[in-house]
Every structure is written in structure tokens, then in C-alpha cells.
């Protein structure tokens, strides 16, 4: 489900780990721009109004889940991310050079949040974990 991913900005390489609730991703918007740093969901407690958690179901997604928050699609600009399994063992994966991470933006200002898109995973992974971060090339 992608508990973990590794980023970089211009000068150093973070793992970043949703529990910590100052986990943030960088994001680039469709249109290619930079948006920043967004934190990443909403943790059990914290104020806003999006959903509490990190991630977003396709199929939710399609089944328009989502509207009411009214998401707008991002990418996540990371270099690898990480799941782990049933025994608690972490499995790091690379995201090749020209992809990113599916995501969904919500919000504004300073309760923007995101959301890492999942499916089912391939079928080689899915001993790993049931859901599985959705990865995409980047638009030109």
C-alpha cells in the first residue's frame, strides 16, 4: 500500500514514512508544475477535512468516491517506494527515471493533502500486500 517512498529535492535523497505526521511528497501538477512539498494524508486526530489515511482506491476513485473532495490529479515525484509485507519485513521497489507516482490532490493552502493512488498489485508482488501503489509516466 506504500508505507514509505524515497524523494529528493536539490540538494539530498529522504525516506519519508506515512506515519510520521510530517511526511510530505513532492508533487508535480499535469500541466508539468512544481508544486512543492504536500503532506501526505491525514493521520487519526489531525484537523481537516479530508479523509484520514494516505492513500486512494482506483476503483473508489471511479466510483467517484472521491467527488466530494473535489481531488485534483498529481504526481508524486519519487525515486522508490516501499511496502511491506505480512511479517513487517520492508521491500523497497525503484520507480524508473520518467515516471512518478499516481496521486490525488485535496484541498488548499495549508490543508492540502495528498493521496497515493492503489490497485490490485502485480501478481508477483501479491504475497507483499493486497494494494499496490499505481506508477504512470510522466506527460511531455
Known sequence: MCGGVEARDAEKSYKVYFP????????????????GWVRWGRRKGEPGASPEGGWAKLETIERGGWERYKPQRVFGMVQGYME????RT????DVE???ALQCLLVGEGDDRRLYVVTSSPPSEYSWIHDRWPLVSPLPH
Open 20 to 35: 510520521s505526521p510530517k511526511a510530505a511528497i513532492p508533487v508535480l501538477g499535469q500541466g508539468g508544475e512544481d508544486l
Open 97 to 99: 527515471p520518467g515516471h
Open 84 to 87: 511491506k509485507d505480512a511479517a
Open 90 to 93: 520492508s521491500h523497497w521497489f
